[in-house]
């Protein structure tokens, strides 16, 4: 079996063992092109995608083809196909991570321990170590599969968290993986706030819900997901309750003086910027109901 591994820095595997690649970026930048377009093309475009005049882009891609066909043939099979005409890489019996993972997130019946490996295929961005700013028709498309095989990593994610609901501590790493993939994505925040109160990690809540209100600040806007989500989550965020289940109730309310924190207004130009509003408004109300009886 031979495995080409993209979620990541390009590598080559042959019956488990890395297989050394060769120094040219282009010339793995083509191995890993043919690897995931899976259809031929002619020669003159795969010429105009990696090579320029003055150079011989015909006599470039033969020494590239040259160097890629001892990493993927075999004697009974060979795998890279190549005429006057076009060019072709063979997926017989080839594992490419990128399309296990795309299987996994799109099977009904995968399990937790199917979404879980598909999630550990995910090394880094999709060809990390091949940026080839200067092919612009190349870096087009890298950028576009960069994006896909990112979205495709927040599906298997998001799946995994939804089916380990009732394991939190075992979400929770996913969960953290969620929001290092996208911080400004609000509701990858939410999930992981609401994932640390289930998981009784109370001294991280305030920490993590205040760090995805400074990462989503720029952005502005948002929908509340956070909001709601650290609201929802007051109990377990909500310190010394002990010390409050000593004092009678009646007592509480006869002598503990009351504050009431009015709605916050947006002062500004931006009518987005109303959520940061709404975000003081609970903090300051969480603070004070640690001591006080709030409305």
């Given amino acids: 079996m031979l495995e080409i591994k993209v979620l990541g820095d390009l590598q080559v595997l042959r019956d488990g063992t890395p297989v ?10 083509l191995l890993a092109y043919l690897a ?26 033969r020494w590239s083809l040259s160097k890629i066909r001892p990493l993927v043939d075999e004697p009974a099979l060979p795998r890279l196909m190549a005429d006057r005409q076009s060019v072709e890489l063979r997926p017989e019996r080839l594992d490419l991570d990128f399309f296990s993972a795309q299987a996994v997130a799109e099977s009904s019946a995968a399990s937790a321990g199917d979404l879980a490996r598909a999630a550990s295929l995910f090394r880094g961005p999709l060809l990390a170590d091949l940026e080839l700013p200067e092919n612009s028709d190349f870096h087009t498309w890298l950028l576009g599969l960069r994006e896909d095989a990112r979205r495709l990593q927040t599906r298997i994610l998001r799946a995994l968290i939804e089916r380990l609901g009732a394991s939190p501590e075992e979400a929770l790493p996913h969960t953290r993986e969620l ?52 609201r929802g989550v007051q109990p377990a965020a909500t310190s010394r309750p002990a010390e409050r289940a000593t004092v009678p109730t009646g007592l509480a309310q006869a002598a503990a003086p009351s504050i009431v924190v009015l709605p916050f207004s947006n002062l ?16 300051l109300t969480t603070d004070l109901r640690g001591s006080r009886t709030c409305w």
């Fill in 179 to 230: 929001v290092h993939i996208d911080p400004l994505d609000e509701t990858a925040w939410a999930l992981l706030v609401s994932t640390l109160a289930s998981a009784g990690r109370s001294g991280e809540i305030r920490q993590q819900y205040e760090a995805g209100l400074r990462s989503l600040r720029d952005v502005g806007g948002g929908t509340g997901a956070l909001l709601r989500a650290w």
């Fill in 36 to 61: 995931l377009t899976r259809r031929p093309h002619r020669r003159e475009q795969l010429c105009e995608i990696f090579w320029e005049l003055p150079d011989d882009p015909r006599g470039s891609l």
């Fill in 20 to 29: 050394a690649l060769p120094p040219s970026r282009k010339t793995r930048a």
């Fill in 268 to 283: 500004s130009d931006d009518a987005e910027q109303q959520y940061f509003a709404d975000g003081v408004t609970g903090n």
